[in-house]
């Protein structure tokens, strides 16, 4: 599976913007859909991930409340919506994949997309 994330860009605190990532393959609708992101200078971390069904979704302590991720099979795209930008949002955002659920486990992604720079100037 090929993914593809897009929607960064230069925003200022409070504002929001909406990622979008999508997939190459059929077998999007099977799989577990995450999103990290990467700081410059720090590790990779988990923000949020999303089930197959999108009956199910994980958080990140810092995305709960602001972030909402989201998910339509048919488009084979996942979304996810930020919302109340800090300058601390500032990094790279992936999209990943799994087959498992293993929500924040990053070694258990099959999957990644390159990724898109969401910029947050206060």
């Known amino acids: 599976v090929q993914l593809q994330a897009f929607g960064g860009g230069l925003v200022q605190a409070g504002d929001s913007l909406r990622l979008s990532c999508t997939a190459s393959?059929?077998?999007?609708?099977?799989?577990?859909l995450g999103w990290f992101r990467q700081a410059p200078g720090k590790e990779r971390e988990f923000v949020a991930a999303?089930?197959?069904?999108?009956?199910?979704?994980a958080y990140s302590h810092f995305a709960e409340g602001r972030f909402t991720i989201s998910r339509d099979n048919a488009k084979k795209t996942v979304y996810l919506q930020m919302n109340s930008l800090k300058p601390g949002d500032t990094a790279v955002y992936f999209c990943?994949?799994?087959?498992?659920?293993?929500?924040?486990?990053?070694?258990?992604?099959?999957?990644w997309g390159q990724g898109t720079l969401v910029t947050v100037s206060s």
């Open positions: 999303i089930n197959w069904r999108a009956s199910d979704a």
């Open positions: 393959e059929h077998t999007f609708t099977d799989i577990t």
């Open positions: 990943a994949g799994q087959i498992g659920t293993y929500y924040d486990i990053q070694h258990m992604y099959d999957f």
